[in-house]
């Protein structure tokens, strides 16, 4: 398999050769960073639905990152969704910071400077996108 010329697809790419399951990792430094988040979750069936939540987040950033066909258009829609669950808009976009937090302590040294300068435009690009819904 080729590795991706896109940076954060790579950054993925370099994180499930490293760990299986991003979601307890990607949770638990959401819950260590905002406890207040914590309450947000029901606590039967919530592993499911983190672990959904995560994947569509993903896909989200991918297509945000890469040719935008369409799945990043879930960020928009979830700022409204979360709005009306009472989730602050800071959270909101702070859950993306949080992936790449993890990220970088799953990739160690191979995180490169273009990942990080890559992560940094897209989590600025996400801030944008939804201060302006």
Known sequence: MTASSNP??????????RCEDLTPLVYRRLFETHPEARTMF??????????SMLAMTIE????????RAGHFRLIT????????YGTP???FVAFFGIIAQTLREVVGTDWSDDIDAAW????GDIKSLVAAQ
């Not at 954060?8 to 050769?17: G, T």
């Open 89 to 91: 808009r800071e959270l």
């Open 8 to 17: 954060i697809e790579r950054s993925f790419e370099l994180a499930a050769a």
């Open 77 to 84: 829609s979830e700022v409204y969704s979360h709005d009306s």
């Open 60 to 67: 989200a950033i991918l297509d945000f990152a890469g040719e």
């Open 120 to 123: 940094q435009k897209l989590l």
């Open 42 to 51: 029901r606590t039967e069936g919530s592993e499911l639905v983190k672990g």
